[in-house]
């Protein structure tokens, strides 16, 4: 091994270290950020009256990922942690935090499944818009009774995208030859190394299409006291507005912050600002930084060693494409 390979591992070394420090030491910070209510943890709680907040930062996919190594966002945690809290009698509502800009039409589906269930159990749902809450983002949002936003909050992209990276024109100028062996026409479809056929851009159309059908329907279903189809259809061609701009078409309730939120979940529960208790279950902070060490997302460190994403049905707004 010459020096400058040793240089490089040494450093690739160095900053792995770096990264497990850092991501504990926020995690450990993070644990007092509801410092503003009394909080109650899983296997303590004296108060049968409680909220509980549940996060969902970041590009949204199935397998565990954290936003920038501090929350926890994967579909699989997200779906486990409101499962947990349905079968919870103390916890008689849900906010729902969101600062994700959307991610995989699977992965976001996983997650609204849920929130119904989480509904029909009788428990009352608030989402919460932060910073960014765009197309997958907004569709969680909207299975909540109630949906508050900050006003300067990046929201909308009601839409669903697949996009193809092609290299064709690259690989013919340093050419790079790809032969594939497939067992019918469009086995490779979306394939980087050739461009699509119009026969494989119609049935790359139709899915969207579909996943779109099912998004409008998702809206309609939670906004039907506000807006009518006409009007969503209006403002879902995936244009993103600030949350004051979503409020006054209809497709948030409320501005305000997260402490706002609370206060509103709390009202829709029956429950007194007074006897505001707010649930967590305690994580298990190992577990999540080894899956963000080998999480895929934009928003991992690492994500600059792994393969780009492309081909992928997603409800994310993804002005990078």
Do not use: C
């Not at 669903?160 to 064709?168: A, R, Y």
């Amino acid at each position: 091994m010459n020096k400058e390979r040793i240089i490089s591992v040494l450093i690739l070394i160095f900053f792995i270290i770096s990264l497990i420090a850092a991501s504990f030491l926020v995690l450990r910070v993070s644990e007092e950020k509801m410092a503003r209510f009394p909080r109650e943890l899983k296997g303590f709680s004296t108060f049968s009256q409680n909220i509980a907040i549940v996060n969902v930062y970041g590009p949204i996919e199935i397998e565990s990922s954290n936003y920038l190594g501090f929350f926890p966002s994967g579909a699989d945690y997200i779906v486990e942690e409101l499962q947990n809290l349905r079968k919870n009698p103390d916890v008689k509502a849900v906010v729902l935090r969101i600062n994700s800009p959307g991610g995989s039409v699977g992965a976001v589906q996983e997650i609204y499944s849920e929130l119904l269930k989480l509904k029909q159990s009788g428990k009352k749902l608030v989402a919460s818009q932060a910073e960014v809450s765009a197309s997958g983002g907004y569709y969680l949002a909207a299975a909540a009774d109630k949906i508050v936003s900050e006003p300067g909050a990046v929201t909308g992209s009601i839409g669903v995208i697949i996009p193809i990276t092609n290299f064709e024109g690259l690989f013919g100028k340093i050419g790079v030859q790809v032969d594939v062996v497939k067992s019918g026409a469009h086995k490779d479809i979306g394939s980087s190394s050739r461009a699509l056929t119009d026969e494989e851009r119609k049935i790359l159309q139709d899915m969207v299409d579909s996943a779109y059908q099912q998004f409008l329907d998702a809206v309609n279903k939670g906004r039907s006291s506000l807006m009518t189809e006409e009007k969503i259809k209006e403002v879902a061609d995936g244009r993103i507005m600030t949350g004051a701009q979503a409020k006054e078409v209809g497709l948030v309730d409320e501005l305000g912050d997260l402490d706002d939120a609370i206060n509103i979940a709390a009202e829709l529960a029956g429950i007194k600002k007074s006897d505001i208790r707010i649930f967590e279950e305690k994580k298990d902070w190992k577990k999540m930084l080894l899956q963000q060490i080998g999480s895929k997302t934009s928003n991992n460190p690492l994500s600059s060693f792994l393969p780009p994403r492309t081909g992928l049905l997603e409800y994310r707004w993804a002005p990078e494409y």
